[in-house]
């Protein structure tokens, strides 16, 4: 069993979609990351988050400590957003800032 | 410009041979790591080090090896040892603080291993 799990796994989507992705996560946490994966392979980090709610432009990733779930969001979705989003968990201290990955989400959104 | 650099980003090798994967930064950053990624999994911790002249085997270690001479350096070598080579690599690194949990890791751009 994955530590994180998201879904779903594939997504197409219409330009201007309003586009959910969630994660949820079965370890005791410190803080919470959102990835994007480009085709070329380079990951850049969005988020990174251990209560609430954080928002970058059209990204907006949310978490819920208490149920273990976080969700990314992205309004009015354009092709450029197409790319992997990779849910990523920090476990709890001492553990030698290993992350937990999900398996990502693979967002497509045709013009 | 401050960043993580890999090279090359393709690289090809006939089995059985050993092959040295690159990674430099210049961030300062004290902890560094290798993953490896393949299709339809999550990213799979191979190697990290925290400090130079130390490292920590991750889950994947098995067919690896590494060093950390150098702050900026951590150099990956996939040895004949690993049955299933073929696959991306991706190197990152973060700083070290008393909270280590929180810390961002920051990721090069990838190397594509094919082994033929």
């Known amino acids: 069993k994955n530590e994180v799990e998201q879904s779903p796994q594939n997504l197409t989507a219409q330009e201007g979609e309003f586009i959910t992705i969630n994660c949820s996560y079965s370890?005791?946490?410190?803080?919470l990351h959102w990835l994007q994966q480009h085709p070329g392979g380079g990951i850049v980090s969005l988020f990174m988050l251990s209560s609430g709610k954080k928002k970058h432009g059209r990204l907006i990733a949310t978490i819920n400590i208490q149920e273990k779930h976080s969700s990314l969001h992205i309004t009015a979705s354009h092709p450029r957003d197409s790319a992997v989003y990779i849910c990523?968990?920090?476990?709890?201290w001492g553990t030698g800032n290993q992350f937990y990955f999900g398996t990502g989400t693979s967002l497509t959104v045709i013009p | 410009d401050g960043g993580i650099t890999q090279s090359p980003k393709y690289l090809f090798r006939k089995e059985g041979q050993n092959v040295t994967l690159s990674c430099e930064q210049n961030?300062?950053?004290?902890?560094m790591y290798w993953y490896r990624q393949d299709p339809g999994q999550g990213l799979r911790l191979i190697y990290y080090s925290q400090i130079v002249n130390d490292f920590q085997k991750g889950d994947i270690a098995e067919g690896y090896s590494v060093s950390r001479e150098k702050k900026e350096s951590f150099p990956l070598t996939v040895t004949s040892a690993q049955k299933n080579p073929t696959a991306f690599y991706l190197c990152a690194s973060s700083i070290i603080t008393a909270v280590t949990a929180h810390n961002e890791q920051f990721f090069g751009p990838g190397t594509r291993l094919t082994v033929l």
């Open positions: 370890v005791g946490i410190s803080a």
């Open positions: 990523a968990a920090s476990p709890a």
């Open positions: 961030l300062n950053h004290d902890a």
